[in-house]
Nanobody
């Protein structure tokens, strides 16, 4: 059974940085695509960024230039490096992994940015 475990959320002041981690377990090969989504209170879950096994990335316009998604294929781990955080980045962040066409999700980690 594929599992995604996130860590690294917390409270940070506007302008600060946070780094989230997501480790996939339960498989013995590299996850096809990994990414991060987020859901703010009262809003739908939205895409933040994704990265393929080959390293191709995609970013939401709202985070371009501020967030990056490093990936370690040997550990099936993806990170979300968040810089220049804004209060509107406050949300629950979910890790997503695609394995042979099936989506898997982490449990979510809260990120709160104070003004």
């Amino acid at each position: 059974q594929v599992q995604l475990v996130e860590s690294g959320g917390g409270l940070v002041q506007a302008g600060g940085s946070l780094r989230l981690s997501c480790a996939a377990s339960g498989i013995d090969y590299s996850v096809d695509l990994m990414g991060w989504h987020r859901q703010a209170p009262g809003k739908q879950r939205e895409l933040v960024t994704t990265i393929t096994r080959g390293g191709n990335t995609n970013y939401a316009d709202s985070v371009k230039g501020r967030f990056t998604i490093p990936r370690d294929n040997t550990k099936n781990t993806v990170y979300l490096q968040m810089n220049s955080l804004k209060p509107e980045d406050t949300a629950v962040y979910y890790c997503r992994g695609v394995v042979r066409g099936t989506n898997y999700w982490g449990q979510g980690t809260q990120v709160t940015v104070s003004s």
